[in-house]
């Protein structure tokens, strides 16, 4: 009896560990697709985000800076910026800004000089609702 109650036991030990190994094997199947489908949707993400500085976030923290660094700059180095903005994205909301201020630039090149940089208190403003417009070179 006790050899009968033995193998039984043994037997299933085995049965239980033999499951054990194919629910295992189920479960390693289940969590390795869920690595690639995150893996996958990772790579989609990430290609989605360097698309999106690519064409808007890129051209505009050139353009902010080219603004920014307008009162600093003589009116050839800023227009040449802009330039350079506008060959690197053509399809951009920037290159039309960026077109303009250049405009605006070319007009204005008469109040910057090498000696004193940019006389602004020159232009004359257009006044806005009885206060005078803050300008700049490029606005």
């Known amino acids: 009896m006790k050899s009968f109650n ?4 043994t037997s299933i030990i085995i049965m239980f560990l033999f499951l054990s190994c194919k629910k295992e ?3 390693d199947d289940f969590l390795s697709k869920e690595l690639n489908e995150l893996l996958n949707s990772n ?3 990430n290609a989605e985000l360097d698309s999106l500085k690519k064409l808007y976030i890129n051209p505009f923290k050139q353009y902010e800076n080219i603004v920014l660094d307008e009162r600093k700059n003589n009116p050839d180095s800023i227009i040449n910026e802009y ?3 506008i060959k690197n994205h053509p ?4 290159k039309h800004e960026s077109e303009r201020r250049i405009k605006n630039i070319e007009k204005r090149k008469k109040y910057w000089t090498k ?7 020159d ?3 257009k006044p806005l609702n009885d206060e005078q417009s803050i300008s700049c070179p490029g606005c």
């Open 115 to 121: 000696k004193n940089g940019w006389k602004l208190n």
């Open 91 to 94: 399809n951009s909301f920037w």
């Open 43 to 45: 790579k989609k993400l």
């Open 6 to 9: 033995t193998l039984t036991r």
């Open 83 to 85: 330039e350079k903005l």
């Open 123 to 125: 232009i004359p403003k």
């Open 25 to 27: 094997n189920k479960e």
